[in-house]
């Protein structure tokens, strides 16, 4: 019987478990295979198609319905595709949003929301660190109450799932009449979860939702009329939705991606199918390590994320991280190694992950466990 990295190389395929830009489902890039060179009898590929072209405009108005739908937004937000990923973000929502005369709540999580807080600092606002764990390196999430938040507020941000140190925000406290604004680049679409709760979102195409280079941003429209005019128009939220995502030329190959993967989503179950489903990865990769004496995740019980397993080698073998790392590659398993921020090693589970290469992980976990246990 073969061994499952020599299945991997007949199939001239391996497992990926990179934090972005990740593995798609194999039945949607199937899907781009067959209709790359002739779209639609149009011809021609999608990736020298006008985005003015009819057969454009319905894909990005088809997957534009599909998110919202999914996310479960009615009528009262505007939901865009735009450029330049959730690094953008963190600048453009303060100045679109940004008042000198309030602070900016941010509660840091991680690395994420820091560059978040930096760009507002840029811009000569006022962010107010609420709480952080940076003292311990990120392992839970911020505890903090409600008397710690500005009522005043221009909003409050967050990260919902932190890639670089593996932790995710299972519920969000906030103040009612403050704006609230989330980065959930790395664990959109993954969990049933109330978001008519934020007033806006962004997600970064290239983990959860399709290839990089779009961003999905999901506003409430009264917000939106609230947004600063006398800032360049490529900044204003309100120029995108004027142009309907087509201010300027949109990433028409990666929106037309996303549509494909929402559809997949739609197709397995909506986010509760998804849900279970990543749930049920997770469980199976963290109940390995925790019964192991060998590898272990300091990430805080109750805080652990459902997308992003961060975990050592005993309690940071750099030698033996680097030899999974190289034999784990030559194996058919890539992307394991951890970010270069914190080291280590991670295993990015997103959607389209299935649950037999996270099985065939442990499994190889298991292998080389037996081979260097006395190096340890």
Known sequence: MLRNFEVLAFNNRIFNFGAGPATLPLSVMQEVESEFLNYQSSGMSIVEMSHRNPLFEEIISTARSRAKKLLGLGQDYELLFLQGGARHQFAMVPTNFGNHDRVIDVIDSGVWTKFAHQEISRLKLMPHLVASTESTKYQSLPKYRPEDLDPKASYIHFCSNNTVVGTQWKEFLKLKGVRSVVDMSSDIFSRVLDFAQFDLIYAGAQKNIGPAGT??????????????????????????????????????????????????????????????????????????????????????????????????????????????????????????????????????????????????????????????????
């Open 215 to 376: 961003t999905l941003v999901a506003i409430k429209k009264d917000w939106v009329d609230q947004g600063r005019k006398d800032i360049p128009e490529i900044f204003q939220y309100s120029a995108h939705i004027k142009h309907d995502s087509m201010y300027n030329t949109p990433c028409c190959f990666s929106i037309y991606v996303c549509g494909l993967v929402l559809k997949w989503i739609e197709d397995r179950g909506g986010l509760a199918g998804l849900e279970s489903e990543n749930t049920r990865k997770a469980k199976l990769l963290y109940s390995y390590l925790d019964q192991s004496s060998f590898y272990r995740s300091a990430v805080h019980l109750p805080d652990r994320s459902i997308m992003n397993v961060v975990f050592r080698i005993g309690d940071g073998h750099e030698a033996l991280e680097s030899k999974f790392v190289s034999e784990a590659e030559a194996a058919g398993y890539s992307g394991l190694k951890g970010h270069r921020l914190v080291g280590g090693l991670r295993a990015s589970i997103y959607n389209a992950q299935s649950y037999e290469a996270v099985k065939s992980l442990t499994e190889f976990m298991d292998n080389f466990y037996e081979r260097h246990k006395l190096e340890l």
